[in-house]
DNA sequence: GGGACACTTCGGCGGCGGCCGAAGGGTCCG
DNA sequence: CGGACCCTTCGGCCGCCGCCGAAGTGTCCC
């Protein structure tokens, strides 16, 4: 075994942390961008606390996590939104092979949930976050033309309906984010991110239980309509 | 053990392919784009052909290569332009860990040939593809400021120069690529393959050895001030 | 046809790593 | 201050997987 190439080793290190059924599924609950506790994550995953508290060990050295420890609890939640997004990227590629079908009602309904609405990390995903897009696309806000890409009147309706887009380090303002279950791609990026966390505050979509899964309200159907021109009916 | 989310188990699976070091350097050296016998990765891992050739099976049934078989010869290449932005992804995420200097001169000349152009796949990166990046970008053929995407002067300034543009699939015409060792982006996508395509074809630039290494050459430097004013001091 | 060559299959070895339960600390609350 | 709770550390078990060399298959070339 002579000297390796560090980028080749510590790019299997990267894929290692994720190569791990128990860790693959701990990442995936925490692309709902909030801070789960250790034991959330354990009963979640179906491990003995005492394993998953390595298995998150070694996700916080290996960056993809960061922690906060509040009193007898352990918060982590995913380091950044580019590991949410090297996530998601992953993620999209194993889509397709997605064949088995749900077993029973309770997982049905749940699935149907999630692909009506849910969050990626930070952003809308799901049936809401195409037909957001879409309609954003349509008015002559967003251009997928050449690349995801804010219109000027884009950034004008953002800046109208008092939607701050500050920009953070490299992240772009509007990026594609590939969605697994509608297979198209949706709004990610800052103004992603800042539109999802506008609905939440203003109570247009509410969280369905401790998963991703989102659901519009009546506020939010208005909401919908007044600002895109979209029709409820296009949610169902 | 009961009933796990079979997304879970794809990306533990898929992370899994790439999770090894030998593996991750075959993965690293098809990101040039080219096809490779079984045996050259071999002596590139520096692992025994037997070792080798269960490696390129997994891979190719993960999906991640796609195979021909010629003769004796078995050649492997990434399976597509997803797969290569996923291990770009991912190596970039690796390379602010960078820490090893490099320990003679052969390969720091050889790292500082990478530094200056080198090919991503099927785009052009290093300081040459981030000085293309730039000129398109300061002469308004591309906008970086809402995301990447080509400008209609882009769009024409391609047609201009011969360079067809044409969309296969869900692959955006433009796309950043975060270059691991100018830590900037660089144009990607099919804009990006389309021009480094047009650069080797046209002798503009050269592979050096069998790396992912090019070297701009003299037609290259003219091809560059006359279509994009860069001088070739910026290359150096 | 024979020999060189590229790759694959097989058997066996060794190490890594995920799993658990038990035991130990730290924190909160009554 | 005592008990409940959350998490971590430790030791031990087990299975997976990467490695090799030897033998086998297929291809090319003389």
Redesign the pocket.
Known sequence: MTTRDPQATGLARLA?LI?????ATCLLALLDGRAW????L?RHA?????????????LVAGGLLAEER?????YVRLADARVAQLVEDLAAQVAPGRSGRPRNLRESSAGSAMARGRTCYDHLAGRLGIVVTDALTARGLLQQETGFALTDAGLAWFAAAGIGLERRGRRPLARACLDWTERRPHLAGVAGAALCRRALDAGWCVRIGSERAVKVTAAGERALFDLLGVEATALR
């Open positions: 290692g190569a791990d059924e128990t860790r506790t250790a034991g959330e354990a179906g491990v003995a606390a005492s394993t998953l508290s390595e298995h998150l060990g070694r509040q009193g007898r609890h352990r």
